[in-house]
């Protein structure tokens, strides 16, 4: 957060200089102290936030390579005249802990060519898929497993916090 405070210092003021850049180094420690006594920010919450970052961010390559995957898959449907497309709709429960987990597997599953949500209930999955052989495995799918390391790592700092809480 340091790193990003001085960074945002130096291109709020449109050049840098030996004196700006130490005059933003000092506001910013300042500014970094303060968070870190009032605001309850420090370098373990810091650490927190970069493996979320880390975890959003493999998400999003899981999610281009799927996506990436799932159109020559549609493709090779397509232009494959031996093969006849079967399109089913398939149910499946996941239930995550928070709906935002919920909503992303549904929005992915969109995204991913090929497939579509058609009902999102709480937990209950209604997704319309071109071919059979794309509806295999949509609940425990790549996207289920990642989901569920990212809300391992935030089920853990909330337990943390609880405890923290009860003493």
């Not at 429960?93 to 992303?104: D, G, I, P, R």
Request: charged fraction near 25%; proline fraction near 2%; hydrophobic fraction near 50%.
């Amino acid at each position: 957060m340091y790193f990003i405070l001085l960074l945002l210092w130096i291109i709020f003021n449109g050049k840098i200089t030996v004196e700006i850049f130490l005059f933003g180094a000092v506001i910013s420690l300042a500014l970094y102290l303060f968070m870190w006594k009032f605001m309850d920010y420090g370098p373990k919450q810091e650490i927190k936030n970069l493996k979320r970052v880390f975890n959003a961010l493999k998400y999003v390559g899981i999610l281009v390579v799927e996506i990436f995957k799932a159109n020559f898959q549609v493709i090779w449907l397509i232009y494959n005249q031996k093969i006849e497309a079967e399109p089913v709709l398939v149910h499946f429960k996941k239930s995550f802990k928070s709906h935002f987990s919920n909503e992303v597997l549904g929005n992915s599953i969109t995204l991913t060519p090929g497939t579509i949500t058609v009902k999102l209930d709480s937990d209950d999955y209604v997704v319309h898929c071109l071919d059979k052989d794309m509806a295999e495995g949509l609940d425990s799918s790549v996207f289920v497993r990642q989901l569920d390391d990212i809300e391992k790592v935030n089920i853990k700092k909330i337990t943390k916090k609880a405890r923290r809480q009860m003493k």
